[in-house]
C-alpha cells in the first residue's frame, strides 16, 4: 500500500473514532505516523486539516450547549500557551521526551473511571485548579500533540452527558488545530501539504456515513464505558509512540 492510500484509510478509520469522542485523528494518527518515520510537523500538516474539519462539525452540531465565562477564559489561556509552545518546538527543532508520563497517566486516568470515590476527588481537584490544569494540558499539546490525554479527562469529569462532553473537546479540538495550522503557516509553511487537504472530505464523509450514526445510537452508559476504553487504548498507544 502507497503512502496517499494508507494516509486515506487512516483518516477514514479515525474521523469514526473522532466522531464518536471528538478526538481521535490526532490521537492515533500522530503516533501511527511517526512510528512510520514521518517528521512531527510533516504529521501535522497530514492530520489537522481533517481533524478541523470533522471539530466543526462537531461545534455546529452542539451549538445549543452552553457556554460559560470560565469555558471562555480557559480557551483563551490553553490558547496562548499552545501558540508558545509549538512556536518554541518549532524554532529550536525540539522533540519533548513526556510521552511515557502521558501514557501512564492516562492508564491510571482509565482505571480511575471506574472507582466511584476517586471520580469525586478528581471533579474537587479540576474544581479547585481548572485553569492550572488547562494550562498544563495546552502546554502537552503544544510540544507534542497529545493534550487530548488531559481533555478527555477534563470533559467527562465536567460533564455527563454525551453530547456536553463530545462538544466540549470538539470545541477544543478545534481550537487546538486553528492554532497549530497558523503557527505551521507563519513558522513552518513546508509542513502543510496538499494531502492533508484532499483527505479532509474523508474525514467528513466517514462522520456522515458512520461515526454520528453510531454516536447516535450508543446510549450514555455505553458511551461512558466506551471513552473509559477510549482513554486507556490512548495510554498505550502514547506509551508505545514513546518507544521510538
Same mark, same amino acid.
Request: some cysteine; glycine content about 8%; hydrophobic content about 60%.
Given at each position: ?14 474521523? =469514526? ?25 510533516? =504529521? ?43 512556536? =518554541? ?146 495510554? =498505550? ?8
Amino acid at each position: 500500500m502507497d503512502a496517499i492510500s494508507l494516509h486515506v484509510l487512516l483518516i477514514a478509520l479515525l474521523a =469514526v473514532v473522532q466522531s464518536l469522542f471528538g478526538m481521535g485523528i490526532l490521537v492515533f494518527g500522530t503516533p501511527t505516523l511517526l512510528l512510520l518515520g514521518v517528521d512531527f510537523t510533516a =504529521v501535522l500538516g497530514l492530520l489537522l486539516p481533517s481533524s478541523v474539519l470533522i471539530s466543526s462539525i462537531q461545534v455546529v452540531a452542539g451549538r445549543q450547549q452552553p457556554w460559560s465565562g470560565r469555558d471562555l477564559r480557559n480557551m483563551a489561556l490553553c490558547a496562548a500557551i499552545i501558540l508558545v509552545a509549538l512556536s =518554541v518546538l518549532i524554532r529550536l527543532n525540539w522533540k519533548a521526551q513526556i510521552d511515557v508520563w502521558i501514557g501512564l497517566t492516562m492508564l491510571a486516568a482509565a482505571a480511575l473511571r471506574y472507582w466511584r470515590p476517586l471520580q469525586r476527588r478528581l471533579r474537587q481537584v479540576l474544581g479547585r485548579w481548572q485553569a492550572g490544569y488547562v494550562a498544563l494540558m495546552g502546554t502537552l499539546h503544544g510540544l507534542t500533540n497529545m493534550g487530548g490525554a488531559l481533555l478527555a479527562l477534563y470533559a467527562s469529569n465536567l460533564h455527563q452527558d454525551k453530547l456536553a462532553i463530545r462538544t466540549t473537546i470538539a470545541r477544543y479540538y478545534l481550537l487546538f488545530g486553528l492554532i497549530q495550522l497558523a503557527t505551521l503557516a507563519l513558522l513552518r509553511p513546508a509542513a502543510l501539504s496538499w494531502q492533508g487537504l484532499a483527505v479532509a472530505p474523508v474525514a467528513a464523509l466517514a462522520y456522515v456515513l458512520a461515526g454520528n450514526l453510531l454516536f447516535k445510537r450508543a446510549s450514555t452508559s455505553v458511551y461512558e464505558r466506551g471513552i473509559t476504553v477510549f482513554i486507556a487504548i490512548y495510554g =498505550v498507544a502514547v506509551l508505545l509512540k514513546a518507544q521510538f
